[in-house]
């Protein structure tokens, strides 16, 4: 009995190394613009032209910041506000360090849909539905490069940023 409890700890322990995870709305969508500054260290930049939408730095926060894990330091994190909430939130990573459908996979469960390229180059969809967000995966491959593109938007995102435009067509 203590070698099969000795395994199991041991196994655990050797996934959790192998497998890295990380939450990427660790801050979720409606966080405040002060909150995600003062946790990342970052400063928030308003848009010159629109006082209600301002983002983090354009040089983006470094992920093993935001997972508190090395093998994220790669992943480059932006994230979008609609007066002072967080809506957006936006990952890129240039490498194949991580595993970003099965750590999103680990948080979100299966993707609601996904569109898979057959081919050595090409590019993977995946999409997660949820009532108040949405999130999205893609994954694009060319001459043994990947590039991993992941969003976190807010269902209020486009409908707020459309409320914008058709304030400004009022104006004029």
């Known amino acids: 009995m203590k070698n099969i409890l000795s395994t199991i700890i041991f196994y655990l322990a050797l996934t959790s190394i192998t497998f890295a995870n990380c939450d990427f709305e660790r801050l979720g969508l409606g966080t405040g613009s002060e909150m995600v500054e003062s946790v990342y260290s970052t400063q928030i930049e308003q848009d010159p032209n629109n006082f209600s939408l301002s983002s983090s730095s354009q040089k983006g926060i470094s992920g093993n910041q935001i997972c508190n894990d090395e093998k994220f ?36 469960g299966s993707p609601s849909n996904q569109r898979v390229s057959a081919s050595v180059d090409g590019t993977d969809d995946y999409h997660w539905n949820f009532d108040q967000k949405d999130v999205f995966l893609q994954v694009i491959r060319d001459n043994g490069k990947i590039r991993n593109n992941i969003k976190i938007i807010s269902k209020d995102y486009i409908p707020l940023l459309e409320s914008f435009k058709d304030f400004e067509n009022d104006i004029y």
């Open 73 to 108: 330091r790669s992943v480059r994190f932006n994230f979008f506000f609609i007066n002072h909430q967080l809506h957006l939130i936006s990952a890129t990573d240039d490498t194949d360090t991580v595993n970003h459908l099965e750590n999103l996979t680990s948080y979100y």
